[in-house]
């Protein structure tokens, strides 16, 4: 039905996890260590390190090392902004028409058949 | 401010156990579409006025999530209404006080046999509106907030 290009096939697959959104939103205020991002998560540094390393697939996010620490930032060139957009709309959009279905499901049954009322003028 | 304008044309489409009239129904007086059209990310708190006849306004306007005051608008116009068949208007909103797009939406309500198969095209021209990295940084939140919800209804 809707078809997104291979690389938001990757956001939105990064996304569609609430620790990467965590990590998303954190990184959203600034760049962090991984130390510092993992500091709050209840799970193992190594997870953490999995989970960055899907967002970077994705290209949500870079890393560089320097030293011993690895810095994480936001890439925002990954999600222009019109992109951004139109792609908000199209969820938008996707809500609306889930409400749709819901608000149709909750009508009467149609009493004439379309194609009854085709033809039949005579 | 940095001048851009991006083209975009999205398709979206899906079949109702309905027909095309009822379909059509939901969308033609402003006490029905209510029922199911919002609230919305955007659409929370908003005013909302629909005149269903050709050259009629819809507008909306309220205040942009998680955003204090900040104000977005949504003026549109109905172009070209055929019941129970096929509507098509033109839109622009603003965010902010800044026009971000201008776009034809034409939304077609075709039968295929019980059910009603329609089809939602949008082309817009998006506009410079957007491209400052503050508004930028939220617009991303955003999406991300969006695209987040909508995953976890979707898997």
């Known amino acids: ?122 | 401010m940095n001048r851009t304008v991006v083209h975009d044309t999205f398709v979206l489409e899906r079949s109702y156990p309905a027909s095309p009239a009822r379909v059509f129904g939901a969308f033609a007086d402003i006490a029905t579409k209510k029922q199911w059209w919002g609230p919305d990310e955007f659409d929370k708190d908003a005013e909302h006025e629909l005149d269903f006849r050709v050259g009629g306004r819809e507008t909306l306007s309220g205040t942009l999530p998680g955003s204090g005051s900040e104000t977005f608008t949504y003026d549109g116009v109905y172009q070209d209404i055929v019941a129970g068949e096929r509507i098509v208007y033109t839109y622009e909103m603003t965010m902010k006080g800044r026009r971000i797009s201008v776009s034809v939406a034409t939304l077609e309500f075709l039968p295929d046999g019980d059910q009603t198969r329609f089809v939602i095209t949008e082309q817009g021209a998006y506009l410079d509106g957007l491209d400052t990295s503050a508004q930028r940084e939220e617009g991303t939140n955003e999406l991300l907030n969006a695209l987040g919800t909508y995953l976890e209804k979707a898997i």
């Not at chain 1, 962090?32 to 999995?50: D, K, R, Y």
């Not at chain 1, 690895?70 to 959009?93: F, N």
């Open chain 1, 1 to 122: 039905m809707l078809k997104y290009s291979g690389e938001l096939d990757l956001v939105f697959q990064a996304l569609g996890d609430p620790t990467r959104r965590a990590l998303v939103d954190r990184l959203a205020q600034g760049p962090a260590t991984v130390s510092a991002l993992a500091a709050p998560l209840p799970m193992s540094l190594p997870a953490v390190h999995q989970h960055l390393k899907v967002l970077e697939a994705s290209g949500l996010i870079r890393s560089e090392k320097l030293g011993r620490t690895r810095t994480c930032h936001l890439d925002l060139t990954m999600l222009d902004t019109a992109q951004t957009w139109i792609e908000s709309r199209k969820a938008m959009w996707l809500r609306r028409l889930d409400r749709l279905d819901a608000y149709l499901a909750s009508l009467p049954p149609e009493e004439p058949a379309p194609d009854n009322r085709k033809g039949t003028s005579t």
